[in-house]
């Protein structure tokens, strides 16, 4: 739990006060708090740790980092949730998009 | 190097590594204290690459495995209590309590959930009023201010069936227990790429000049761990002992400035036991007299619950550097990631279940495989 995964913003809004944005990590997308980083965008690729974007990073570094996790076998397990209606799939499939 | 076809980068690594080599004249001790770096150590075999004379430890890195004996035996006791959702990150259900774990709770009917995020247990709470939800919220820096905000929010919006048991751990104050510690091995420290993401590194300068020791930030990559370990090994070699940053792809000396504001507005520095290595003033972070009210330890009455660790498992010595998961005599026997005696055998990042994943061969070669 205490990785971080880089992923690219999809959509933003505001969400009960809260700057929130869909995150797309590989095959699946997540909803992200944008709060820590007030400069990033729609495009743009963040670290994110537990549903928080914590930095900026360039498409090259997110995307070699991304295969890195996906290469340990630890992305699936990191993003596993309970009360997520979509499960984590196809990270031998798909890059980080 | 039968790890090395396999790095991003082969010819930067095998440069790093020849470097290294060229670099060493005398055995040097140097700790990394991330679990995700533990991981990729492990994974690229880069303990196995670098020269003899080079000796990685693996330090307390996994908020899983610190999180204190007496903190999973509340998260247990509050689970078991009526109209209780109790929701954590997944790694913590395995973890061994005094006598059971969340995930036997779980299994005989307790209300017991897993979540990627705490924002997940935010909108639980809001869409069930009727249960009380708790957040069993460990890790650190890195974590803490995704929980801060989670609890920021709920006193916001008014909501009162939301409370947080908090067992935060601070990468500093532990480094500054194994200098202190007469036992201690460590002559350099890999500082940790994502705590120091949020936090910046300027924290790690007192420790640095106070006990002459140099600190590196790393990142997650192997060739930038090679990295981290050159500079070190540079440094050791001159008889240097600076701060340096060989994450600046992602670390400023500042760090994260909203991350840090909202941390500091709703957790304050406390003392905190950690799992195998003991009591660490000013180490941990708990929640600040206004949001008492979301405080599960007091809400719940757990706040005298203690429990006295088991003496079996060497989880003590193996997360000070003193010695190898592999030294002990229940590795990968009684204690495999299904069984766990101690807690870095339950998560991937701890250094156990690191070494169960990827050097239990060695084990099985030196015993017989009994």
């Known amino acids: 739990m205490c990785l971080a995964i880089p992923g690219k913003i999809l959509s933003t809004e505001v969400s009960n006060g809260i700057r929130?944005?869909?995150?797309?990590?590989?095959?699946?997308?997540?909803?992200?708090?944008?709060?820590?980083?007030p400069e990033a965008n729609v495009g743009d690729y963040v670290i994110v740790h537990v549903g928080f974007a914590i930095s900026m990073v360039d498409r090259a570094e997110a995307e070699r980092s991304y295969e890195l996790l996906r290469s340990m076998g630890v992305l699936e397990s990191e993003l596993v949730s309970d009360l997520e209606t979509t499960t984590p799939r196809d990270f031998e499939a798909e890059g980080l998009g | 190097m039968k790890y090395l076809d396999e790095y991003r980068d082969e010819r930067i690594a095998r440069n790093l590594v020849t470097q290294i080599a060229r670099r060493v004249s005398c055995p040097w001790v140097i700790m990394e204290i991330c679990g995700g770096q533990t991981h990729t150590l492990m994974r690229f075999g880069i303990d196995e690459l670098l020269p003899a004379e080079v000796e990685m430890v693996h330090g307390p890195g996994c908020p899983?495995?610190?999180?204190?004996?007496?903190?999973?035996?509340?998260a247990i006791a509050i689970a078991s209590q009526p109209g209780v959702t109790l929701i954590s990150y997944g790694d913590m259900l395995r973890v061994p309590?005094?006598?059971?774990?969340?995930?036997?709770v779980k299994a005989h009917g307790g209300d017991v959930r897993i979540v990627y995020s705490p924002t997940e247990a935010l909108k639980f709470a809001r869409a069930n009023p009727d249960r009380k939800v708790v957040f069993f919220a460990v890790g650190f820096e890195t974590t803490a201010p995704a929980n801060a905000m989670t609890v920021w929010q709920a006193k916001r919006e008014g909501l009162?069936?939301?409370?947080?048991?908090?067992?935060?751990v601070l990468v500093p104050p532990a480094i500054r227990a194994l200098l202190s510690s007469s036992r201690n091995r460590v002559q350099g420290f890999?500082?940790?790429?994502?705590?120091?993401?949020?936090?910046?590194?300027?924290e790690y300068e007192d420790l640095v000049h106070e006990f002459r020791v140099p600190i590196v930030v790393g990142g997650f990559e192997p060739?930038?761990?090679l990295e981290a370990i050159l500079m070190l090994v540079t440094q050791l070699e001159a008889g240097r002992a600076e701060l340096e940053n060989q994450y600046a792809r992602s670390v400023t000396y500042q760090g994260?400035?909203?991350?840090?504001?909202?941390?500091?507005?709703?957790f304050e520095v406390c003392d905190r036991k950690w799992r195998g290595i003991g009591g660490i003033p000013e180490s941990g972070l708990s929640l600040r007299e206004e949001y008492a009210d979301f405080d599960a330890d007091r809400i719940f009455g757990t706040e005298q619950v203690t429990a006295e660790e088991p003496s079996e498992c060497i989880?003590?010595?193996?997360?000070?550097?003193?010695?190898?998961p592999t030294d002990c005599s229940q590795f990968a026997r009684r204690c495999t990631p299904e069984t766990p005696l101690g807690a870095p055998m339950v998560s991937s990042e701890g250094a156990c279940a690191a070494y169960y994943q990827y050097r239990r061969h060695m084990v099985a070669t030196s015993s017989g495989g009994q």
């Open chain 2, 315 to 324: 989880s003590a010595e193996v997360l000070q550097g003193l010695k190898k």
């Open chain 2, 190 to 202: 890999i500082g940790p790429g994502h705590v120091c993401t949020v936090m910046g590194y300027r």
């Open chain 2, 97 to 104: 309590g005094s006598r059971t774990d969340l995930f036997h």
């Open chain 2, 256 to 266: 994260n400035r909203q991350a840090q504001t909202i941390l500091g507005e709703v």
């Open chain 2, 223 to 225: 060739v930038d761990l």
């Open chain 2, 64 to 74: 899983v495995c610190v999180t204190p004996l007496e903190m999973i035996d509340k």
């Open chain 2, 160 to 168: 009162r069936n939301l409370s947080m048991l908090a067992s935060h």
């Open chain 1, 20 to 37: 929130v944005g869909r995150v797309q990590f590989g095959g699946v997308a997540r909803e992200t708090c944008l709060d820590f980083v």
